[in-house]
């Protein structure tokens, strides 16, 4: 009995029950792998799905041998789970199949196109692709894609509504096409006289009006694949892989940098939706990353620095001019600044001085990336959504109707609240796609989970308290509204009672932060397991990669 209790005090006894639990259910899903199989004929998914079995097990258990073993720094530790997590999410998630993720992948193939010295822009404002890059876009090749005797690639454009975009809908298929393309090179097709076309075509997607800082890194791995000669598959994972260590390095900065609330922020960065986009070429990669690390330089400031250097506020502003033009809305997180006492300043003047320089840089940013948008949704008065095909709210018509815009945010909260729930933890990964559903009780025990790490442990002293919790939550609620506010212009028709299209991802770069405040005096745990929590998120991702890639696998 004395040498059970020690094993399960240094961890190794939670550490061999969870390996031998996960092991059981990769065994259970391999079960629905090969019923998939004898449908669909890929036996080769069977080697495929064992080789994620061993390396899904192996990476939970590494975990669990650093955080509860040798008990290694948190930020060690992040960067081995992130790099290994993130890349079986998107081993199961290929490319593409994220929300809204196809506009991300052609706005950075546009900027690997400048990077590269090529045309960044063809007719109608697309982008000029590799011809063997339409792949991603047309999977199926319903466009009947030819190169003409001209040398040009033509396409058949009645086709384009049908054509299906890698991974939107991710299935069996999905699976297939990427293990019959592999990552060598392909050979252009020949036209009719025997000869090879430019080898170029025109996307069938606008990019994204942006700065191109988001993505830089996205396109540097597009760019790598394109010099090295790989084909698209090879491509487009290049790019994700990219995204994958831009949020790595990122958030391990976050975490060295923050003073308090490293296992809060660690247990976000294990949530089903975090870790699928953070191995994707969304944008919001970027953005969490940024406003991560935004705010643990200002609680580094507020509560560990003896003093605020220039260097200091030059970070600030940078991160924020960056951040700030890819979504307006985290921008309200400037106020985070006001949590750093003026006397670390200096003097009032070098106070003023470094808010007028954080400000600045980002005013000058929305100005440059942003300035027309920010007009014309101020001055039009007519708004047209399209995929409702009918009218949507103006800026003035929100403007003269206060009460109705009040009740489309009372309703939307009400009817919408365990949809924002469901999607900040990831619930429904893919392209939200209900299929790919993650068990509603790894919903709950994630987020049991993120508040108990967040909850006062003993020895741990109160910090953000008082007027300080009052203005971050004000802050966060002012960050919500305004992502709901930029929705109803944006998204919602006028005939909807709800303001559609807000999810929870839009409220992961303020979570950290929001859990931070959790903890208070009312409820305090009588001893810290926060690794424990860490390692059994850990092993929940497992998980849910067994179960996903065995669903994906049975959707013919």
Known sequence: MMQTRKLWKHGTGLLLLMTGVLALLAAVHFLDVRAGVWESGDSWQISRYLVLAAVGTMSAAAAGVLLLRNRCRLETVFIISALAFGSLYLYILPPLSAPDEARHYISAYQLSNRLMGLPAVGEDGKVPVREEDWFAEDSCRDFDAYVTADGA???????????????????????????????????????????YGNGTALSNHHPVVTTPLA??????????????????????????????????????????????????????????????????????????????????????????????????????????????PCKMVYTVFMGLCLLIPARKF?????????????????????????GQTVASYAAETE???????????????????????????????????????????????????????????LVVFFTVGLLGLALR????????????????????????????????????????????????????????????TWKNDMVVLTDNHDRSLLYLMCCANVYIVFRIFSIVCMRL
């Open 457 to 516: 442990k003993p020895g741990d002293s109160l910090v953000l308290v008082g007027g300080r919790r009052l203005w971050i939550w004000f802050l966060c609620l002012l960050c919500a509204g305004a992502v709901m506010f930029s929705m109803l212009l944006a998204w919602t028709p006028v005939s909807s009672r709800i303001i559609c299209g807000v999810q929870g991802r839009y409220f992961l770069p303020f979570l950290p932060i929001l859990l931070m």
């Open 346 to 370: 200096g003097t009032w003047g070098k106070w003023l001085l470094s808010a007028v320089c954080v400000l600045g840089a980002w005013g000058a940013a929305m100005a440059l990336i942003n």
């Open 153 to 195: 690639l033509a396409t058949d454009e009645e086709g384009a509504d049908g054509a299906k975009v890698l991974g939107q809908v991710l299935t069996a298929e999905t699976y297939r096409l990427l293990h019959e393309k592999g990552t060598a090179w392909e050979e252009p097709r020949r036209a009719a006289d025997g000869s």
């Open 383 to 441: 708004n047209y959504i399209d995929w409702a095909g009918e009218a949507g709210y103006s800026f003035a018509m929100l403007v003269h109707q206060p009460v109705r815009c009040l009740q489309l945010f009372f309703n939307t909260v009400i009817w919408q609240a365990e949809y924002w729930h469901m999607t900040v933890i990831g619930a429904y990964l893919g392209n939200i796609d209900t299929v790919l559903d993650v068990p509603y009780v």
């Open 215 to 324: 993505y830089l890194m996205p396109a540097l791995g597009i760019t790598l694949a394109r010099l090295i000669g790989l084909n698209c598959t090879g491509l487009l994972y290049f790019g994700c892989l990219f995204n994958l260590i831009l949020f790595t390095a990122a958030t391990y900065l976050s975490l060295r940098r923050l003073p308090f609330g490293r296992e809060v922020l660690f247990g976000v960065t294990l949530l089903p939706m975090v870790i699928q986009l953070s191995a994707s070429f969304s944008y919001d990669t970027f953005i969490m990353a940024g406003i991560f690390y935004f705010t643990a330089h200002c609680l580094y400031l507020a509560y560990e620095a003896e003093r605020v250097r220039p260097l200091d506020i030059l970070i600030l502003a940078l991160v924020m001019a960056a951040v700030g």
